[in-house]
Nanobody, 119 residues
């Protein structure tokens, strides 16, 4: 059974930084596109950043461009999200997701990690 395990969330002051990690197991990691999504209370889930199987193609939501950096290490089956200049509006549960590189929908999801940014 595929497992995605997020870590690195927590409470940080506005302007601070956090680094999220997503460790994948029972997954041919290098063949999967990966992504970070987030959901704030009473809001729809939002795509934050994605990275293709090779690490060469990346997407960022406009709200995080220039502040967040997505990366992956295929040798360690791990994906990262470096979050800098955090704002209170970044507060949400952050989820790691995976999809096979030829498919459209993300079909594997982690349990999520809470990120809280206080002002």
């Amino acid at each position: 059974q595929v497992q995605l395990l997020e870590s690195g969330g927590g409470l940080v002051l506005s302007g601070g930084s956090l680094r999220l990690s997503c460790a994948a197991s029972r997954l041919a990691f290098s063949g999967y596109d990966m992504g970070w999504f987030r959901q704030a209370p009473q809001k729809e889930r939002e795509r934050v950043a994605t990275i293709d199987w090779s690490g060469n193609s990346k997407y960022y939501a406009d709200s995080v461009k220039g502040r967040f950096t997505i990366s992956r290490n295929n040798a360690q089956n791990t994906m990262y999200l470096q979050m800098d200049s955090l704002r209170p509006e970044d507060t949400a549960v952050y989820y790691c997701a995976a999809k096979y590189y030829t498919t459209f929908d993300y079909n594997y999801w982690g349990q999520g990690t809470q990120v809280t940014v206080s002002s």
